[in-house]
């Protein structure tokens, strides 16, 4: 198993996401960046696009409303307007 580091991802409305996860890849204003575990402490402005989370080997993507990333030694904490996972808006189209 890979190594999983903490992610929470949290609206105004409520926490979106709080699981332990292998990789996320979002969208900053400098461009792409993936955060790994152990990564150095970092904290980016968020452009609003795709937003990818990998957890046992498997890659969910979803989007965010831009917002802000930090990076600490005890969890990665993204602060967004909005997010939602691409596969529940298919569901709700169908």
């Given at each position: 198993?890979?190594?999983?580091?903490?992610?929470?991802?949290v609206?105004?409305?409520?926490?979106?996401?709080?699981?332990?996860?292998?990789?996320?890849?979002?969208?900053?204003?400098?461009?792409?960046?993936?955060?790994?575990?152990?990564?150095?402490?970092?904290?980016?402005?968020?452009?609003?696009?795709?937003?990818r989370?990998?957890?046992?080997?498997?890659?969910?993507?979803?989007?965010?409303?831009?917002?802000?990333?930090?990076?600490?030694?005890?969890?990665?904490?993204?602060?967004?307007?909005?997010?939602?996972?691409?596969?529940?808006?298919?569901?709700?189209?169908?």
């Open positions: 198993m890979a190594s999983q580091f903490a992610l929470e991802i609206t105004p409305e409520k926490i979106f996401y709080n699981d332990e996860v292998e990789m996320v890849i979002m969208r900053t204003t400098k461009g792409d960046r993936a955060i790994l575990k152990d990564h150095i402490p970092f904290v980016a402005g968020l452009v609003e696009g795709q937003l989370v990998k957890k046992d080997g498997k890659f969910r993507e979803g989007k965010i409303s831009g917002g802000f990333i930090t990076v600490n030694k005890e969890k990665t904490t993204i602060l967004t307007e909005a997010a939602s996972w691409d596969d529940e808006a298919k569901k709700e189209t169908l």
